[in-house]
């Protein structure tokens, strides 16, 4: 959310996060790398755009034109610079000077050799464990962010991957409406409209490069968990991977597995929503997970086919109008899970990522803490594959991605809720190899033909074939009759040759021995 150095009660008087570079010379003295022209503070620029109509709580809200109520000045970093100081790189260049390109693979999950597979493991654990190097969380809205005596600003520390968690939730609570009442729901900023493809994307790149960071090698890429086999079961829920089942209790994990040691965050959604607090990075129970086990809903006791992909690939548009849950024919909607994989809008469907959550049953199925469950991660560098897929084949303009009216947060030049430095929906709708830094090794599914497709090919192989049977039955004919002529009684024709009867194919009696 915020760096640390913006957590004070004069940064948030001033409004202004612009820590420095390098204190040279005491603080205040290189503000966003200026003094070595990698950046400088300016005006923050908050989308104002209409939103639909889905939130209509418009000034109740802290995520409202983020980053705003918190923030109006930041860095702005000039060419491949970036991060909260301009410290680093954007993703795919490196260097000093942010001059090297660079490139990195996410691979499939079951490809990676055992010392990948226990390297993946273990670095996801020490980022569970590490605490976040510049980042810090509110644990109060902004109405009391400045603590009970104005003077104590409400952050905390959080560990590198709970901040990935914490990210998550932030940007699906409710909105607090006041004590006794009822928080509001219906808004959502990274899901149910088109920023769930950018948002994730997002949310992934910035654990990806913290998980670099940490380990200090810029090599390190996520892998991704190809969840649409069309077999039933979760083939990484072993533990050498991200866990087994218990032997004791199947909604929990196996002893066997480093995760069944991981405590979730968010877990006290009422509290949150009754007593208008937000999540602290208090740690509570452990990871729930009981794949197909949703007795109750035999509809989410399935994965996707790998049909369903090739199907959703195909479908054209972005996103459509009202750009919500109930699009269709939207390749957003349709890979988010609520329309059916050819695009079509049906309440009933749950398909792709949202029947891969409900699948989990248990933390992962439940928006507010899913991220707790590291299959979060592979489970959306899957989607994020599909999603670049799509632009790779579409090749769309940005103009297609809405600018105004699609749910609040969700609108194309919205800074991502709540990620710092501020970063829109826009930054992310490019291809990942050529933008971005970054590709997936996948083989896509190719699709199996409609009924109405096998239909057309067999018609037109049939009328190919008549035509065939028709031209030949022709040519003998003619052929037949021209020798009949050519048996005719005349002297003259004793002298005609071999090739004026051959007008197709000879018949038995011209062939020349
Ligand atoms: O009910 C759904 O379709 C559903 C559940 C769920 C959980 C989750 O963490 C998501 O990110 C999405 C989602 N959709």
Redesign the pocket.
């Known amino acids: 959310q915020f760096p640390r150095q913006c957590a004070t009660v004069e940064a948030l008087t001033s409004g202004e996060c612009c820590p420095d570079l390098s204190p040279v010379s005491g603080p205040g003295s290189d503000p966003c790398g200026s003094f070595s022209g990698r950046g400088q503070c300016i005006q923050v620029t908050a989308d104002s755009r209409p939103h639909g109509p889905q939130y209509m709580h418009d000034g109740r809200d802290d995520r409202e034109q983020w980053p705003i109520r918190f923030f109006n000045r930041t860095c702005s970093c000039n060419g491949n610079f970036t991060g909260y100081n301009c410290g680093t790189c954007r993703p795919g260049w490196s260097g000093p000077a942010c001059d090297q390109p660079t490139h990195i693979v996410r691979r499939n999950l079951l490809d990676l050799s055992r010392e990948e597979k226990n390297r993946f493991v273990n670095a996801l654990n020490q980022a569970k464990n590490a605490m976040h190097p510049d980042i810090v969380i509110a644990t109060r809205r902004r109405e009391e962010i400045l603590g009970p005596d104005g003077n104590t600003p409400e952050f905390e520390n959080v560990t590198i991957y709970n901040y990935f968690v914490w990210s ?1 939730y932030y940007s ?1 609570r409710k909105t607090f409406l006041g004590p006794g009442q009822q928080s509001f729901g219906g808004v959502d900023f ?2 149910e409209g088109p920023a769930f493809l950018t948002w ?1 994307r997002y949310h992934l790149l910035q654990l990806e490069r913290d998980m670099q960071d940490m380990l200090q090698d810029p090599s390190f890429a996520l892998p991704y968990w190809n969840f649409a086999t069309g077999r039933n079961t979760c083939d990484i829920c072993t533990d050498d991977l991200v866990g087994a089942k218990s032997n004791f209790d199947t909604t929990l994990l196996s002893q066997n597995t480093i995760f069944s040691q991981w405590r979730v965050l968010c877990e006290n959604i009422e509290d949150y929503d009754t007593l208008g607090t937000i999540c602290n990075s208090t740690e509570g129970g452990p990871i729930r997970r009981n794949p197909a086990g949703n007795v109750a809903r035999p509809m ?1 006791q399935r994965l996707p086919e790998p049909q369903d992909v090739a199907l959703c690939l195909e479908v054209g548009l972005f996103d459509t109008p009202p750009f919500y ?1 109930n699009s269709s024919d939207s390749f957003r909607n349709t890979v ?3 329309s059916d994989p050819s695009g079509k809008y049906d309440p009933a469907v ?1 398909s792709l ?3 891969a ?2 699948f989990l049953n248990g933390t ?8 707790n469950d590291p299959i ?1 991660v592979l489970l ?1 560098t899957f989607t994020d594959a599909v999603f670049d897929e799509w632009l790779r084949r579409h090749n769309p303009d940005n103009s297609i991605y809405p600018i105004e009216n699609a749910p609040i947060g969700h609108n194309r030049q919205y800074n991502m809720v709540p990620f710092w430095p501020p970063v829109t929906n826009n930054e992310m709708f490019v291809t990942a190899p050529e933008n971005l830094g970054y590709s997936y090794e996948v083989q896509w599914p190719s699709r199996a033909l409609h009924v109405t497709e096998i239909i057309t090919i067999a018609i037109v192989t049939a009328l190919i074939l008549v035509a065939i049977i028709f031209a030949g039955a022709t040519c003998i004919v003619h052929a037949r009759r021209n020798k009949d002529e050519s048996h005719q009684p005349l002297l003259t024709d004793q002298y005609q040759t071999y090739s004026d009867d051959y007008d197709c194919i000879p018949t038995p009696s011209q062939s020349v021995v």
């Open positions: 998550h699906v990274s899901h994730h989410v849950s988010e899970g609520y749950r990522h949202n029947l959550h409900l992962g199925g439940q928006t507010h803490l899913s991220p979060f959306h």
